[in-house]
């Protein structure tokens, strides 16, 4: 899984199965955390964010996990498909961080294969 | 409703020459900010602002200044481009300054600086 600091790691699946993608925050007192979907050649596309309150989230075939005690994110997927190979990448804020202190990792690349 | 705006998509530039970066987003968005995004470093802040008539530099702002003198606008401008400048140009902007909730990329600028 991804990490702030270290280089772009991949994952690749077949068509159908689940991605899971980690992502280990360093900051103890990041309270929001985001995920996105970076496509060749395009921006940052926002696919789910979660508090530090919660636990986990659901979205659309899509749900994050947190985990405070080891400060470590995760991102599923579900049935993933071709449409989703893309740069995952995940965002932390400090809890008395303004919009500027957002920040981010380095991304891992889901390949998916038909 | 289009979101974050960025123009142009693709720019090459001769080092030495000056040019504008344009951001526009439609949301009322209070924040906003300038990232660029080089190959294994992730996202980076530039310059960032609160409001109206209020930026601040981030994490890289050398090379680059930044105007707000309106909620919709927050053009990025490079006075004397260099090879270094070469990168990925993301606008992005959130609802709150405090918090970076709905926080919103563009589509980017590529720029080549040769």
């Known amino acids: 899984g991804e990490s702030v600091g270290l280089h772009l790691p991949t994952l690749s699946v077949q068509e159908g199965d689940n991605s899971i993608i980690n992502c280990a925050y360093s900051?103890?007192?990041?309270?929001?955390f985001i995920w996105y979907k970076q496509e060749s050649g395009k921006g940052p596309q926002f696919i789910i964010d979660?508090?530090?309150?919660?636990d986990k989230r659901q979205g659309q075939r899509v749900t994050v996990l947190l985990n405070k005690t080891v400060k470590h994110l995760s991102l599923q997927i579900a049935a993933t498909q071709p449409g989703d190979s893309a740069v995952y990448f995940c965002a932390e804020n400090p809890a008395q961080g303004g919009s500027e202190k957002l920040v981010f990792g380095k991304g891992t690349k889901l390949t998916v294969n038909p | 409703n289009a979101g974050v705006t960025q123009t142009p998509k693709f720019q090459v530039l001769k080092t030495g020459q000056s040019m504008t970066l344009q951001c526009a987003q439609d949301m009322n968005h209070e924040y906003m900010s300038w990232y660029r995004q080089d190959p294994g470093m992730g996202l980076r802040l530039i310059h960032y602002?609160?409001?109206?008539?209020?930026?601040d530099q981030g994490e890289v702002p050398n090379g680059y200044n930044v105007s707000r003198s309106t909620t919709e606008d927050f053009p990025l401008r490079l006075l004397s481009a260099a090879p270094s400048q070469t990168s990925v140009y993301f606008c992005a902007s959130s609802y709150s300054s405090m918090r970076p909730y709905g926080y919103t990329f563009g589509s980017g600028t590529r720029l080549t600086v040769v």
């Open positions: 602002s609160v409001g109206a008539g209020i930026t």
């Open positions: 979660i508090r530090s309150n919660m």
């Open positions: 900051n103890s007192a990041s309270d929001y």
